[in-house]
C-alpha cells in the first residue's frame, strides 16, 4: 500500500521550531518531487514548499521564505521540512504530497499523485 505520513507537528511558541518528517512507505521517494501544503481553519490550501526528486531544485512560498528549509533523505525515504521563526500565522495542517513530476517541483494540488494525512502545527503562546 503506497503511503506518505508525516510526522512532527505540534503546539510551539512564536519564535520556536519544529521539523516535519514525511515518510514513504510502499514505494520509493526518489521516483518523486515532494510538496508541503498547508491549510489553516477557515483558508485555503497553500502550497509552501517543493523539493525536485534529486533536491537539486527547490522552491518556498513568500511567506515562508527564510524561515523554513525543505531538505530530502533518499536513503531513509523521507523528506523534511525545517520550520523557524515560527510565527501564529503559521498555524495550519501540514500534509506532504508526492508529485511525479521529472524537472523541478510543482505546487499545484490538481498536480499531486498521493498524499499524506497531514499534521497539526499550533503556534501560540
Known amino acids: 500500500q503506497l503511503q506518505l505520513v508525516e510526522s512532527g507537528g505540534g503546539l510551539v511558541q512564536p519564535g520556536g521550531s519544529l521539523r516535519l518528517s514525511c515518510a514513504a512507505s510502499g514505494f520509493t521517494l526518489d521516483s518523486y518531487a515532494i510538496t508541503w501544503f498547508r491549510q489553516a481553519p477557515g483558508k485555503e490550501r497553500e502550497g509552501v514548499s517543493c523539493i525536485s526528486r534529486s533536491g537539486g531544485s527547490t522552491f518556498y512560498a513568500d511567506s515562508i521564505k527564510g524561515r523554513f528549509t525543505i531538505s530530502r533523505d533518499n536513503a531513509k525515504n523521507t523528506v523534511y521540512l525545517q520550520m523557524n521563526s515560527l510565527k501564529p500565522e503559521d498555524t495550519a495542517v501540514y500534509s506532504c504530497?508526492?508529485?511525479?513530476?521529472?524537472?523541478?517541483?510543482?505546487?499545484?494540488?490538481?498536480?499531486?499523485?498521493?498524499w499524506g494525512k497531514g499534521t497539526l502545527v499550533t503556534v501560540s503562546s
Open positions: 504530497a508526492a508529485d511525479h513530476w521529472y524537472w523541478s517541483c510543482r505546487v499545484s494540488a490538481a498536480a499531486m499523485d498521493y
